[in-house]
């Protein structure tokens, strides 16, 4: 196994620098830069070119790439154009809001997904399994901005039963249980969309493990046995029909951090998905090569998190 994580590692290390050239030399092809997005109308061009020369952002990309990629070599993310705060600060700030949010869905989605998709699997072809499958079908098929301005109408204007958008009432200045309380009401909306989206891709994965599993003979030798149907689908059928979503489960890893771009950005929540679009309107080029560069490791990192936690849970499965 430590071999197989060793060259997996080294592999990811070249994808990483790959990504990070690709993404950087994308984001510098944008007409204009982070100077001229600031710029007073009323300068001269010649003073344009000589701030752009200070900054180096006159330099050719190879150029400019390899100077990025020596201050992220020493831990050093650099400074954001817009504000001129360090990016490691900025990016800091929004981790935590992002974790909330999307532990919060990823952890509501997993028990969802688990709990519609042995179900149905269990009463195949039945009304609740076409039912939970055509919903699944509607989830995936529905955008998650038109659903979260839906439930922003309904549930917000209309119904007036939660907030609209942020990450809690500033003007209110709750304190303790008030504060919490107020934090999840502003929760609800935003989770509700995730999960929303994530179970309905799910369901199907864990519908499709499970009653592939049901037919198997181990399965027909614990009836056999005289098992409870109860324990027959928990320890036989949905245990090793989950291998599959092992996988899934591993590479939603990234979307902890790297957040939900769509989702922070209608419900404005101040996360790192958020922030990502704000610096890329800005040209706020060391942001966003930051968020990009944490969202890639994380989805790395997940991918080989997810080929380790598959060889854990099947015994056959053997790296060399």
Do not use: C
């Not at 909330?100 to 009304?127: C, H, K």
């Not at 990234?254 to 922070?264: H, K, T």
């Not at 706020?284 to 854990?312: K, R």
Request: charged content about 15%; cysteine-free.
């Amino acid at each position: 196994m430590l071999p197989y994580v060793v060259h997996r590692l080294a592999q990811g290390a070249v994808i990483l620098l790959l990504v990070s050239f690709v993404g950087f030399a994308i984001t510098l092809a944008a007409p204009g830069n982070a100077m001229q997005t600031f710029i007073d109308p009323g300068i001269s061009v010649e003073d344009l070119r000589a701030a752009e020369a200070r900054l180096g952002l006159d330099q050719p990309v190879p150029v400019q790439y390899l100077r990025w990629l020596g201050q992220v070599a020493t831990g050093n993310l650099g400074w954001s154009s817009r504000t001129g705060a360090p990016v490691a600060d900025l990016i800091g700030a929004r981790v935590r809001p992002t974790l909330t949010l999307m532990g919060t869905a990823f952890v509501l989605t997993l028990a969802l997904a688990l709990w519609l998709g042995t179900i149905t699997a269990a009463r195949p072809y039945t009304w609740l399994d076409y039912g939970v499958t055509g919903a699944a079908f509607a989830g995936i098929s529905v955008p998650s901005f038109f659903s979260g301005m839906v439930l922003i109408y309904v549930f917000a204007l209309q119904l007036g039963w939660f907030p609209t958008s942020g990450l809690e009432s500033y003007a209110a200045d709750y304190e303790g249980w008030a504060r919490w309380l107020d934090r999840a009401r502003h929760l609800v909306l935003p989770v509700s969309v995730l999960v929303l989206t994530g179970a309905a891709e799910l369901v199907r994965h864990v519908r499709g493990a499970v009653v592939e599993a049901l037919q198997e003979d181990y399965v027909r030798t614990a009836r056999g046995k005289g098992a409870p149907p109860g324990r027959v689908l928990r320890h036989h059928a949905l245990r090793n029909g989950l291998l599959p979503v092992v996988t899934l489960v591993g590479l939603a890893l990234p979307r902890l951090l790297a957040g939900s771009v769509v989702v922070e950005v209608i419900f404005a929540w101040p996360g790192m998905g958020r922030l990502l679009v704000e610096s890329v309107f800005a040209r706020d080029v060391p942001v966003a090569m930051a968020i990009n560069l944490v969202a890639a490791s994380l989805v790395l990192l997940g991918s080989l998190l997810a080929d380790v936690a598959y060889a854990v849970v099947d015994p056959r499965v053997r790296y060399g």
